[in-house]
């Protein structure tokens, strides 16, 4: 759903969204969106600045990043996002920015694609590293086993036999 800045007023418009996951590129290994994501929300402008504030809703499998398993992560988020027009944008050289100013993204073409507001605010909420359980074992670094599912019967103590000349050197 694309939102023109010139269409948004200062009476805020309501919006529901159902977005499948291939309208959604997150573009991050190991993370999949498991079903529709729902975004209920509103536009508005305020002092010349148009906020797409709402919810977004939705579920995602995420790589353990020790096993490699799925883990299913449920995604409540809540966001105000502010959009300024890049035409109003003051052409200083020398621009004394504040706080609040740094919160806004600038619209380059007069469009908001809201697909891709949504991708983002996931994409923020997805944690940076994922553990399916306190306890997990991994893969084995020598055959690759899933650790938990599997006694590999590997030995850590093993030495790599390119490694094997140093084991002398004392």
Same mark, same amino acid.
């Given at each position: 759903?694309?939102?023109e800045?010139?269409?948004?007023?200062?009476?805020?418009k309501?919006?529901?969204l159902?977005?499948?996951?291939?309208?959604? +590129?997150?573009?991050?290994?190991?993370?999949?969106?498991?079903?529709?994501? $729902? =975004?209920?929300g %509103?536009?508005?402008? /305020?002092d010349e600045k148009?906020?797409?504030?709402?919810?977004v809703?939705?579920?995602? +499998?995420?790589a353990?990043?020790?096993?490699?398993?799925?883990?299913?992560? $449920? =995604?409540?988020? %809540?966001?105000?996002? /502010?959009?300024?027009?890049?035409?109003?944008e003051?052409?200083?050289?020398?621009?004394?920015?504040?706080g609040e100013?740094?919160?806004?993204?600038?619209v380059?073409?007069?469009k908001i694609?809201?697909?891709?507001?949504?991708?983002?605010?996931?994409?923020?909420?997805?944690?940076?590293q994922?553990i399916?359980?306190e306890?997990?074992?991994?893969?084995?670094?020598k055959c690759?086993?899933?650790?938990?599912?599997?006694?590999c019967?590997?030995?850590?103590?093993?030495?790599?036999?390119?490694?094997?000349?140093?084991?002398?050197?004392?």
């Amino acid at each position: 759903m694309i939102i023109e800045l010139a269409n948004v007023g200062i009476r805020p418009k309501a919006i529901e969204l159902t977005l499948s996951p291939d309208e959604i +590129e997150l573009d991050v290994n190991g993370v999949t969106l498991a079903g529709d994501v $729902k =975004f209920a929300g %509103e536009t508005a402008k /305020i002092d010349e600045k148009v906020h797409v504030r709402g919810s977004v809703a939705a579920n995602a +499998e995420i790589a353990c990043i020790r096993c490699l398993e799925p883990v299913s992560q $449920k =995604f409540e988020i %809540e966001f105000d996002d /502010i959009f300024v027009d890049a035409a109003d944008e003051p052409s200083d050289d020398e621009l004394v920015l504040e706080g609040e100013d740094l919160d806004q993204s600038f619209v380059i073409d007069g469009k908001i694609d809201l697909a891709e507001v949504v991708r983002e605010q996931i994409f923020l909420e997805l944690p940076e590293q994922l553990i399916c359980r306190e306890d997990c074992k991994g893969l084995c670094p020598k055959c690759g086993s899933n650790r938990n599912l599997i006694d590999c019967r590997c030995y850590e103590d093993e030495i790599d036999p390119r490694w094997s000349a140093l084991k002398d050197l004392r």
